[in-house]
């Protein structure tokens, strides 16, 4: 089985620092694709950054990287100098790759809020 | 512009009463997919397709039904056997491996 873990419910974070996201997966696929979306208060999910787990680099797009940690399969979404149109939920979300029928799966999410 | 368009943007329901929500696309996808998400909570999967005329259940596929005659569409029907329908309903696609790409949503509220 699948499972997406997200522990942090609600951040709270100063305008222009740095921020964490956590998530935990487990899967038994030995190939699987990592997602973080970013859902505004307006509700659109937005596509921020996807990991593979063959990828020997840690993906980056713009302020957002992603802390892959295979071993400890953790990937946390790091967002650098947060702006304040960074407040929303944030996603954490898994596709196992070893079957072409398997489906994406999504973590229960982190409400990020950044203070002024 | 390619995109994925869910229609309407708000629906009201009274209690008994079938709705269709609509999601179109045209991004050339396989695969659509419809999941439901409650205030504060994470999607939930309710049905998926990866191939025209052919879906499996989600996670929560109790009181819905879905088609898929057309590559472009997935209409999700929410029936009277659905207990609780009230929530936001996002509908998405994807090729291959990749992301998927999400529809605006559609709120339901049964009144």
């Known amino acids: 089985a699948q499972k997406i873990t997200q522990t942090q419910p609600g951040m709270f974070v100063q305008e222009k620092e740095a921020v964490t996201l956590d998530c935990t997966y487990d899967t038994s696929d030995q190939s699987y694709g990592l997602f973080w979306y970013k859902q505004p208060s307006s509700g659109e999910m937005i596509f921020l950054i996807y990991?593979?787990?063959?990828?020997?680099q840690n993906a980056t797009e713009g302020r957002y990287s992603l802390n892959f940690q295979k071993a400890r399969k953790s990937a946390n979404l790091v967002i650098s100098a947060s702006q304040l149109g960074d407040s929303a939920m944030y996603f954490c979300?898994?596709?196992?790759?070893?079957?072409?029928?398997?489906?994406?799966?999504f973590g229960s999410g982190t409400r990020l809020s950044i203070r002024p | 512009d390619g995109g994925i368009t869910q229609s309407p943007k708000y629906l009201f329901r009274k209690e008994g009463q079938n709705v269709t929500l609509s999601c179109e696309q045209n991004?050339?996808?396989?695969?659509m997919y419809w999941y439901r998400q409650d205030p504060g909570q994470g999607l939930r999967l309710i049905y998926y397709s990866q191939i025209v005329n052919d879906f499996q259940k989600g996670d929560i596929a109790e009181g819905y039904s879905v088609s898929r005659e057309k590559k472009e569409s997935f209409p999700l029907t929410v029936t009277s056997a659905q207990k609780n329908p009230t929530a936001f309903y996002l509908c998405?696609?994807?090729?291959?491996?990749?992301?998927?790409?999400f529809g605006p949503g559609t709120r339901l509220t049964v009144l």
């Open positions: 991004l050339n996808h396989d695969a």
């Open positions: 979300a898994m596709r196992g790759l070893d079957s072409s029928a398997s489906k994406i799966i």
């Open positions: 998405a696609s994807s090729s291959g491996a990749s992301q998927q790409f």
């Open positions: 990991q593979g787990s063959y990828d020997e």
